[in-house]
């Protein structure tokens, strides 16, 4: 069974970079059928897509965040993280990590998440 | 970048059949059908019920079905139960290879 598990801190000051770090078991990251992705909650609200990573390293950027959104890939440690820069209090969120299907009109969701992680940014 | 809107809230007795609506501004969301409903509980991971506006991957119970026409997509649940109650978003993949997600809508079980 799938599992991905999401790490790094959970307190972040103002204006640093938000470091996240997910970890895959139970199968390959070097699947061709799969992006992996990160999606975040603000507490209280909606989800919000914040991009993709495929194993080649191609990655797929929310317009919104892609000027301070770094994702990369690991696959030999079967990770991939995220790097957000210049944060604000209203990056304040539950970020998870999840599988997406690449192909269109058959496994074009996320099927498999990490529980979440809660990263407040504060100083 | 295009949004999807939701209802904040429905709710509905047990047994009965409720059905929240998404609608979509972007033409991919109105010419294809790569939307997707996720339900979430409290503290929980959401979860896919159905993707491709229609189909149910495994173990999902048919109770929960979709639909869409035009710029509007709908997820019908029926025959309600106390475990429904929980949030649900509307999500469309964009052929740009962005993510939409809707407001969400918080459905509660009378």
């Known amino acids: 069974q799938l599992q991905l598990q999401e790490s790094g801190p959970g307190l972040v000051k103002p204006s640093e970079t938000l470091s996240l770090t997910c970890t895959v078991s139970?199968?390959?990251?070097?699947?061709?059928?799969?992006?992996w992705g990160w999606v975040r909650q603000p507490p209280g609200k909606g989800l919000e897509w914040i991009g993709f990573?495929?194993?080649?390293?191609?990655?797929f950027y929310s317009p919104s965040l892609q000027s301070r959104l770094t994702i990369s890939v690991d696959t030999s440690k079967n990770q991939f993280s995220l790097k957000l820069s210049s944060v604000t209090a209203t990056d304040t969120s539950v970020y998870y990590c999840?599988?997406?299907?690449?192909?269109?009109?058959?496994?074009?969701?996320?099927?498999?998440w990490g529980q979440g992680i809660l990263v407040t940014v504060s100083s | 970048q295009s949004a999807l809107t939701q209802p904040a809230s429905v709710s509905g007795s047990p047994g009965q059949s409720i059905t929240i609506a998404c609608t979509g501004t972007?033409?991919?969301?109105?010419?294809?059908?790569?939307v997707s409903w996720y339900q979430q509980h409290p503290g929980k991971a959401p979860k896919v019920m159905i993707y491709?506006?229609?189909s149910r991957p495994s173990g999902i119970s048919n109770r929960f079905s979709g639909s869409k026409s035009g710029n509007t997509a709908s997820l019908t649940i029926s025959g309600l139960q106390a475990e429904d109650e929980a949030d649900y978003y509307c999500?469309?993949?964009?052929?740009?290879?962005?993510?939409?997600f809707g407001g969400g809508t918080k459905l509660t079980v009378l």
């Open positions: 999840a599988r997406h299907g690449t192909a269109y009109g058959y496994n074009d969701y996320f099927d498999y």
């Open positions: 139970g199968g390959s990251i070097s699947i061709n059928s799969y992006y």
């Open positions: 990573v495929f194993y080649s390293g191609n990655t």
């Open positions: 972007s033409s991919d969301f109105v010419a294809y059908n790569y």
């Open positions: 491709d506006v229609s």
């Open positions: 999500s469309s993949y964009e052929l740009t290879g962005d993510v939409l």
